[in-house]
């Protein structure tokens, strides 16, 4: 939604017509040109949405698709798809999805590869997700590397008002599975078991996402962490989130392009961040962990505060007899 906000809000867009996901027409009303249909989100509505648009492309026009699927039928016009969700590209489990979104993912999946000569042309924002996509779809397919975002936000700038920390980490991002964050809490249970309680916030919505809501809530008040779930925020409570944070925390495990390490970057925020190539595509992190271990999330937040855990002490084999015949 944010990088659709930019796109639309540029003058170099001719928008002859609209095709929008009707829970957002509140901002897209706003927008005084183009003519715009509103799409409900159920399959029966996406299909007549196919047809429509099928029936209104001419040769000469241009389709962006930019909810990262061709269309499903063979249009006139020239077709390009913007692909931002990873997931559809990736073959990773589907675990822990609520069983109607895992159902979408899946024939969405499907959709993607069995439409993919639809499109003259692909779009992603980077290297890594170029190479996810050529692997999937093919290496015959063109791809095209265009990163870009609306980063000009002056309350980050050098000259904005000094805003008190008020957090040593903030981890912005919604309550999907392979967003992470109960390895994260995990994470932040073994520090707290080691004495250190640094404050953490979140921004996970608790009514779409009841569940991580409250297991992030029972380990506040099983372990008294320090952390705050301030839902999901607009986006200049974000940037205020940031400026009021000392480092970003990031272990999202799949990423097509991961905004808010570009936000926080551009906030100049220290970022400690998965060791994948989602991350290092867009920002050099401080410090990198394992996504799939909280024990390496811990030790990345203990190196960055510089409280790093004790390694192991090494003896001879002298002394592991002594202590095999003790």
């Known amino acids: 939604m944010v990088l659709l906000k930019a796109l639309l809000a540029s003058g170099s867009l001719l928008l002859e017509r609209g095709f929008f996901d009707i829970r957002a027409k509140q901002f897209f009303q706003t927008i005084s040109r183009g ?58 489990s589907l675990d822990g999805y609520p069983f109607k979104t895992k159902i979408r993912l899946i024939l969405e999946r499907f959709w993607l590869r069995a439409t993919s000569s639809h499109a003259q042309r ?15 779809l093919g290496r015959g397919v063109e791809v095209y590397i265009t990163p870009f975002a609306s980063l000009c936000n002056s309350s980050c700038s050098d000259t904005a008002e000094p805003v008190k920390i008020e957090f040593d980490f903030s981890y912005v991002a919604s309550g999907d599975p392979h967003k992470n964050h109960i390895r994260l809490i995990e994470a932040w249970k073994l520090l707290a078991e080691a004495g250190i309680k640094p404050s953490l916030a979140l921004t996970v919505d608790p009514v779409r996402y009841p569940s991580i809501h ?113």
């Not at 029966?44 to 099928?54: A, G, K």
């Not at 692909?122 to 999937?136: D, E, G, H, R, W």
Request: proline share 9%; with cysteine; net charge negative.
């Open 35 to 92: 003519q715009f249909y509103y799409v409900r989100p159920s399959l029966f509505s996406r299909l007549i949405t196919e047809i429509r648009l099928w029936w209104l492309v001419k040769p000469g026009d241009v389709v962006l698709c930019f909810h990262g699927l061709p269309p499903i039928l063979p249009l006139a016009g020239r077709v390009v798809v913007f692909v931002q969700n990873r997931i559809l590209v990736e073959s990773d």
């Open 122 to 136: 692909y779009i992603v924002q980077t290297c890594s997700m170029a190479a996810s996509l050529k692997s999937k």
């Open 214 to 326: 409250s297991f992030i809530s029972q380990a506040i008040a099983r372990y008294s962490l320090r952390i705050v779930n301030f839902g999901e925020l607009p986006q200049p409570s974000i940037v205020n989130l940031y400026r009021a944070s000392s480092a970003l925390i990031y272990p999202s495990t799949i990423e097509s392009f991961g905004l808010p390490l570009l936000e926080a970057a551009h906030c100049g925020l220290p970022i400690l961040a998965a060791e994948l190539d989602y991350v290092r595509d867009v920002v050099e992190p401080v410090e990198t962990f394992d996504p799939c271990s909280p024990v390496s999330i811990a030790r990345a937040v203990r190196r960055f505060i510089e409280s790093p855990e004790p390694t192991a002490d090494i003896y001879s084999p002298d002394d592991f007899l002594d202590e095999v015949f003790r």
